[in-house]
């Protein structure tokens, strides 16, 4: 008995466990590999729901850790990259080449050219559990998705109350004689305007069907170039379209709004400063600049992003990752899991985005409390957000911004480790 129970474990870990009742949704799941252990695991939730051995890269060829999502499936495909070799049920998580798929040689240590080779049984079985878009998380080591409940994270809005009759104050009524029936009148409904009832189809919204991805990073030049277009040309000067590129015409008007402000730009030397955000910002009654940016993609496609603020920004935020599992609108919650990925920042990195501490890329205490209590996010941002969630929806948190590997056709793609 005791044989057979350790030859079933070890099958188990070896190839692969389906829990019978795995999430028919498959926006929920989410895959995460472990370089370490050369193992991938299926979460719904916080339940796995199937797992199996892997390989992953092997020296000069290693597997980048990070953040990625599915972004293609094909059945068969071949390598572009390496003489046409095979890679049944190829799930893409990068345009530059990584992805997961089947191999005939699976041998539990880095083996492969980036990719993550699975057993074939297990690859088919997986390519029939996802969608594009599910998210898959590759680290050093292991990580486990655990419940969050933080206010900085989205919710739905609760429906607004209905007003019922029971809330209608009455006026009494006295009889004006004996045998005379009393009536009871409610107060005028046109002194007391009753809200039109609105039409069926807009009274309870479905929820959306179709999850978002968001970023929240510090932001780059490309941020505060388009902050300074857009401002500009509010101030009457033509900066062009908001494109956070420094054409011509963004150019000329940075240089003719300085002209008319010579004190404040002495000794500024560069184009694009911080003291020209604050004059640009002061000059359009904005307040003080913002030093972050969350951004919102669905379907591979950029929706919207809009400015954050991050305290105590020479700290470093961390890499952590949320996905929703699930909501309940009528309620207004929602149920967010997270992970902390290790991230540790090279010297040159820190020193471009103006960080002094990264504690909180290291995975130790509660980092990812302490970042997300950091991140003020504007209330008009909030509630639009808050009205596009849907179960699968994810949040990315990163200090370095959009990585080189998110562009058209993903969604945020945070390399930790390349």
């Known amino acids: 008995m005791f044989s057979r129970l350790v030859f ?47 390989s992953t890269g092997k020296d000069g060829h290693t597997t980048p850790s990070g953040i990625f999502s599915v972004l293609e499936k094909q059945k068969y495909h071949e390598s572009n990259l390496y003489s046409a070799a095979p890679m049944p049920f190829m799930q893409r998580l990068t345009w530059s080449g990584i992805a997961l798929h089947e191999s005939n040689s699976v041998p539990r240590y880095p083996a492969s050219h980036g990719c993550v080779r699975m057993p074939g049984a297990f690859a088919k079985m997986l390519y029939g559990m996802t969608e594009p878009g599910i998210p898959v998380i590759i680290s050093d080591g292991e990580v486990v998705p655990q419940p969050i409940d933080h206010p900085t994270l989205f919710h739905p809005e609760a429906p607004a109350p209905m007003l019922l009759l029971s809330d209608v104050e009455l006026r009494p009524s006295m009889p004006d004689s004996p045998g005379t029936p ?11 305007p009753m809200p039109a009832a609105p039409p069926l189809a ?14 929240i990073t510090r932001r780059t030049l490309r941020e505060t170039v388009i902050d300074i277009q857009t401002l500009l040309n509010q101030l009457g000067f033509s900066a062009g379209d908001p494109d956070g590129l420094l054409g011509p015409s963004t150019v000329q008007a940075i240089k003719t709004f300085k002209t008319l402000r010579p004190a404040e730009f002495a000794g500024d030397r560069s184009l694009v400063s911080d003291v020209l955000l604050r004059e640009v910002y002061a000059a359009t009654g904005k307040g003080e600049p913002p030093n972050g940016v969350i951004m919102v993609r669905r379907s591979f496609k950029p929706i919207f992003e809009a400015p954050v603020t991050i305290a105590d920004p020479g700290l470093a935020l961390g890499t952590h990752f949320f996905t929703l599992h699930a909501l309940d609108a009528k309620a207004g919650t929602a149920d967010w899991l997270g992970i902390t990925l290790e991230n540790s920042l090279s010297r040159e990195t820190m020193k471009r985005i103006g960080i002094t501490n990264q504690e909180s890329s290291i995975v130790t205490g509660r980092p990812i409390a302490r970042s997300l209590t950091r991140i003020t996010i504007p209330d008009e941002t909030r509630r639009r957000i808050d009205a596009l969630i849907a179960p699968g929806s994810t949040l990315t948190i990163s200090d370095t911004g959009l990585g080189r590997e998110t562009g058209e056709g993903t969604d945020f793609i945070t390399i930790t480790r390349g």
């Open 8 to 54: 079933g474990l070890g099958l188990l870990s070896a190839t692969a466990l389906v829990h019978p009742a795995f999430a028919a949704d498959a926006r929920t799941l989410q895959i995460i590999v472990s370089k370490d252990r050369q193992s991938l695991a299926v979460y719904d939730g916080t339940e796995v729901v199937a797992t199996s051995k892997v």
């Open 202 to 215: 807009a009274r309870e919204p479905p929820p959306p069907s179709e999850p978002i991805s968001m970023l």
């Open 182 to 192: 009393v009536q009871v009148a409610m107060n005028d409904t046109a002194a007391m």
